[in-house]
């Protein structure tokens, strides 16, 4: 079973940076794809980044130019670099992971959340 532990939220004020990472523990097979989601009150969840094993990342819209996303394999560590933050990036964040077994077998892991605030 795999768990996701997550750290580096927090109070920001607009224009400044957070990074947050999260590592994967547990894993008995391979994890494909990891990434961040987030939900501000009162909206859907939505995704913020996610990247491949290989290294292919994918951002939404709202974030390109100021966040980045990064994983190291080995530890099956992700993390997300927050450059300029703005108000409405305010949010629960949570870790994502996507796991395939030898055969083919799709498992899709959370973490708990972790809330970023962006205000003055």
């Known amino acids: 079973q795999v768990q996701l532990l997550e750290s580096g939220g927090g109070l920001v004020q607009p224009g400044g940076s957070l990074t947050l990472s999260c590592a994967a523990s547990?894993?008995?097979?391979?994890?494909?794809?990891m990434g961040w989601y987030r939900q501000a009150p009162g909206k859907q969840r939505e995704l913020v980044a996610s990247i491949l094993s290989g290294g292919t990342s994918n951002y939404v819209d709202s974030v390109k130019g100021r966040f980045t996303i990064s994983r190291d394999n080995a530890a099956n560590t992700v993390y997300l670099q927050m450059n300029s933050l703005k108000p409405e990036d305010t949010a629960v964040y949570y870790c994502?992971?996507?796991?395939?077994?030898?055969?083919?077998?799709?498992?899709?892991?959370w973490g708990q959340g972790i809330q970023v605030t962006v205000s003055s």
């Open positions: 994502n992971a996507d796991e395939f077994s030898v055969l083919g077998t799709r498992r899709v892991y």
């Open positions: 547990g894993s008995r097979f391979r994890i494909v794809a």
